[in-house]
């Protein structure tokens, strides 16, 4: 149904709860999750942890709801009278037919200007290096003097110079006094921080300053101190607010403390460990001298041991050429023992292999006698063959024809005559006969 068009005989009646899921419907459909300003009236936490509020500007006012789950991620109180902006979800409630905002989270107003700035500046400076590590400087171990960079009445001092001095109080302590806080202080910072480091009075330096909201921290997050804190060739520790808090100042600084008291602690050793350290390296280095004594000791016995008076020093000498002669001697003659029984196996295995030239002679002559007969029979047969062949050869022989009375015919160019029509008459013929030829001329033909 359109509650915005009805027609005029329309006599359908809705009740209160159906007109109110209708509109819950409509605006829940309509109006999108957003961001609300306004100042925080009448605000209640309940025992289940909902906070309930009022959300109002000079000309109008929203009833709120945060739930439990909601409330419990921020880590601020509100209350009334702060100026917020929430990111909510506009809804309609049907029990009482209240419209309100569903609020998502929370945000002190102006914080998203803040905040977007931060990540700004973050991104810039980041894409020219100046965050990277290998531009970061190490801190020294044992400082001649430690300088300080903070606020003379704020408590971040008193708590870092309290543990200097129980740390180690011989350190002598710089102080740079400047703002922490307020219009202009973060160009004071940083006029502090180079007059630091052009004094070169300490070998490092701690930034610090008590917690606080962003907007009391935001000193630390311009960039002209980002970039004092850069040029400086001083070691730089950053202890700037609580351990949730960052700033562009810890990014760039060569070390980041969680809490001022914490930088103060990482800026110089502590006297205590060092005589315990002090103490532990004298306990080993007394033990290893003393281990160091007993092997001398026990390397003097030893000589004292191997010294012996000359005349038996040569006595056991004698002895032992001795027994090496001995040892050599019985080496001789064991290996010229061995060396002859290499010369008989040699020997007889060299009777072994000669040869038997007897034997080697009848062999031949039967091997002579064998390719004798073998020749002739070779012999014979060819000559069998060469006969016959030449018989053949006899009976193909057209001369052996002639021999018989016959004779070859054949015209002036050399060919065969076969038949009297390959002739003419008056023509002269060769004839060819068993011994001599003619030459012929035709007469008559039939």
Partial sequence: MDLFTFPEKSARVIGVAELNRTARELIERNLPLM??????????????????????????????VMFRQKAQLHDWQPANGMQVEVRALPSFYEARGEFQLNVETMRRAGLGALYAAFEQLKAKLLAEGLFAEETKQPLPRFPRAIGIVTS????????????????????????????????????????????????????????????????????????????????????????????????????????????????????????VDLHQEVGNLYQRLKRVMERALERRMQHVDGMARRLVHPGEHIANQLRELAQFASRLRGAWAHATADRQWQLRDLLQRVLARRPDVDALVVQQGLLARRLNGVTQHRLDALA???????????????????????????????KIVRASSEVKVDEELKLTFARGWARAKIKEKD
């Avoid at 309940?46 to 009022?54: I, M, P, T």
């Avoid at 069998?384 to 002036?412: C, I, W």
Wanted: charged residues 20%; proline residues 6%.
């Fill in 35 to 64: 961001w609300v300003a306004g100042e925080i009236s009448n605000f209640m936490r309940a025992a289940s942890g909902h906070c309930y509020f009022s959300l109002k500007d000079a000309q109008a006012q929203v009833r709120c």
């Fill in 152 to 271: 003379p009445q704020a408590a971040a001092l008193r708590d870092v110079l309290t543990t200097l001095k129980r740390r180690m109080p011989a350190i002598p302590v710089f102080i740079y006094p400047t703002p922490v806080q307020g219009e202009g202080a973060g160009a004071k910072i940083a006029a502090s921080i180079a007059a630091a480091d052009a004094r070169a009075e300490c070998d490092v330096l701690i930034l610090c300053r008590g917690g606080g909201s962003i907007e009391d921290l935001w000193s630390f997050n311009e960039e002209v101190v980002a970039r004092a804190i850069h040029a400086c060739r001083l070691p730089v520790i950053c202890g700037v607010g609580h351990e949730t808090d960052f700033t562009i100042a810890d990014f760039v600084a060569d070390v980041r403390a969680p809490t001022p008291t914490a930088a103060a602690q990482m800026a110089c050793p502590n006297c």
């Fill in 384 to 414: 069998a063959k060469v006969k016959s062949m030449a018989s053949h050869l006899d009976h193909l022989n057209p001369h052996a024809v002639f021999e018989r009375g016959y004779s070859m015919v054949q015209t002036a160019d050399g």
